[in-house]
């Protein structure tokens, strides 16, 4: 055998490939999970983003950008040990991915301290410092009314809440969802 067809064949195994989710730079934390004590804090921020929002609307874009408070109490201070949070994905279906990669238009690199759990075309990403979880946050969980893994979905928020006291905000809708609550998180994950 030669050794480009070796290299060739030595690549080519099924079991060396590598699973990888994209993440477009503009969806880091868009839909984010905190810790429960922001929640009244994060209801007054989303109205201040929706009255800037109007009042920066030009019809086809907006005049302005507005700049978020961070939260008092950040996900950081919960100390999620990173295996501790890939053994609840992992329970609940969902598949760690080898890589992440951010970017936009044609530029990719890939994220050292971010790891991505994915199920079907739903998925989970934290970032982590010294094994600790920075920040937790998810892409793909709306318009599931119909999905097969809807019920998955909705289980797994209800678990991140039950574990960690975490809620839901969506910057995109500027909106939170109490994750204790199945029927909210069903609502939110049934958008039509």
């Keep these: 055998m030669s050794l480009f067809n070796w290299l060739k064949s030595k690549n080519n195994k099924p079991d060396e490939k590598k699973s990888g989710l994209y993440m477009h730079e503009d969806f ?3 839909v984010e999970l905190v810790p429960r004590e922001n929640f009244v804090d994060l209801k007054d921020e989303n109205e ?16 302005d950008i507005y700049v978020r408070e ?10 999620i040990s990173i295996n501790e949070f890939k053994a609840l994905m992992e329970v609940c279906g969902f598949q760690k991915v080898d890589e992440v990669y951010h970017g936009y238009s044609s530029y990719k690199a890939t994220c050292s301290s971010t790891w991505g759990f994915k199920l079907d075309s739903s998925a989970v990403f934290c970032d982590f410092k010294n094994d600790m979880i920075e920040n937790i ?4 969980f709306r318009f599931n009314k119909d999905s097969v893994n809807k019920e998955q979905l909705i289980n797994t928020l209800f678990e991140i809440e039950a ?5 839901l905000n969506d910057w995109d809708l500027t909106e939170t969802i109490d994750l204790s609550n199945k029927k909210s998180i069903d609502d939110y994950i049934s958008e039509e």
């Design 137 to 140: 946050w998810i892409d793909g």
């Design 163 to 167: 574990k960690w006291n975490l809620i």
């Design 28 to 30: 880091y934390c868009q």
């Design 70 to 79: 961070g939260q008092n109490i950040k996900t950081s201070e919960r100390k």
């Design 48 to 63: 201040n983003i929706d009255e800037f929002a109007q009042k920066h609307s030009d019809g086809i874009g907006f005049t």
